[in-house]
């Protein structure tokens, strides 16, 4: 089985990102979104939560999302996948189950 | 006017994923109408409010950041911001809107409203305040 | 409610202020102030103009206040005062002029 985690809380208020990254296991996505996509950012007391996570686990953020937050892209961590809505469809698409980390 | 209390909002929630960003500039800018000493804090995930570069476009809500550059014009020119929080966050001021209002009393010269300040000095600053609204 | 201008309906408000803002033109401003019985004049627009390029900036209709004030910043002192602008819109300069200019209600105004 294959999941897709989304997570839509900030990392740096909510522990839903470090929970759904203890939970998910090799082979997993995790797609942060809304309030989630500041977990996608370099720099932040959590982001190393992210890279160490990264080896087993791939991770994707909505664009649309880091847009309305004034995040640019060139503070995403390397190796986050930026997808727009379209993307959002294709992944939940390419996963057995979605998991909402709210 | 003796009757004037320092009414400090504080923001902690980022912008648009909860209404409470919104609902407390909404509140700032009716309040301020009542001429009280005004000044707002943000710290911890508020700090996030006042982030340049902004567009909402393709998620279709409102931007509401070029609000917080009229706070000058409604005489809300007391503006903290939490060095800690920022940090935390892979922020420094040079990342957020630069807010200012004209002085007055100084020829209306323009200056800056956000004033970064250590955790210990925002617990200082909540300790004198009069009335604290959280956000 | 709707407004008929030019064989166009524009939704409004129950008090009369445009639902979409992207709508507005100055017909549609000219049918609202005279559904207000105010003539337009150019100092009327000047009011209305400002408020526009106000909000296109800040995303608010300022507060009476604040228009007052930055109206006499712009235009002049002996513009910049309530006088002047409740002349104007005598239903108060920052409600009617909003209105007039498409805008919402002016925050602050209950």
Aim: proline share 3%; hydrophobic share 40%.
């Amino acid at each position: 089985m294959s999941q897709l985690h989304t997570v839509n809380k900030s990392p740096l208020e909510r522990i839903a990102l470090e929970s759904a990254i203890k939970h998910a296991v090799k082979g997993n996505a995790i797609l942060m979104i809304e309030d989630g996509v500041y977990g996608a950012m370099q720099g932040t007391q959590k982001s190393g939560m992210v890279t160490d996570a990264m080896g087993d686990i791939s991770f994707y953020v909505m664009g649309p999302d880091l847009k309305a937050r004034g995040i640019d892209e060139a503070r995403i961590i390397d190796g986050i996948n930026i997808i727009d809505y379209n993307g959002f469809v294709t992944l939940v698409t390419e996963h057995d189950v979605t998991q909402s980390w709210l | 006017m003796s009757d004037v209390k320092k009414f400090l909002y504080v923001n902690r929630k980022a912008p648009y994923g909860t209404i409470y960003a919104l609902e407390s500039l909404e509140v700032v800018l009716i309040g301020a109408a009542f001429e009280q000493d005004v000044a707002l804090a943000f710290l911890d995930d508020g700090v996030f409010q006042l982030t340049k570069g902004q567009d909402t476009g393709e998620v279709g809500m409102k931007n509401f950041s070029p609000t917080y550059k009229a706070l000058g014009d409604y005489d809300v020119n007391k503006i903290y911001v939490e060095k800690e929080s920022l940090d935390a966050r892979g922020l420094t001021l040079d990342d957020l809107l630069p807010l200012t209002y004209e002085d007055e009393d100084d020829d209306w010269a323009e200056k800056d409203s956000i004033k970064v300040v250590s955790a210990a000095e925002m617990a200082e600053i909540m300790e004198q305040s009069d009335v604290i609204l959280s956000f | 409610m709707a407004l008929e201008v030019g064989g166009k309906t524009v939704e409004t408000d129950e008090e009369g202020y445009l639902e979409n803002r992207d709508e507005w033109n100055m017909d549609i401003a000219k049918a609202i102030a005279e559904a207000e019985n105010l003539d337009m004049t150019d100092n009327h627009w000047e009011v209305v103009n400002f408020l526009r390029e106000y909000y296109d900036e800040y995303q608010i209709a300022p507060a009476v206040r604040v228009l007052t004030k930055a109206i006499g910043k712009k235009l002049g002192k002996d513009k910049g005062n309530s006088k002047y602008l409740y002349e104007l819109f005598p239903y108060g300069p920052a409600k009617q002029a909003c209105k007039i200019a498409g805008l919402p209600k002016p925050t602050g105004c209950v």
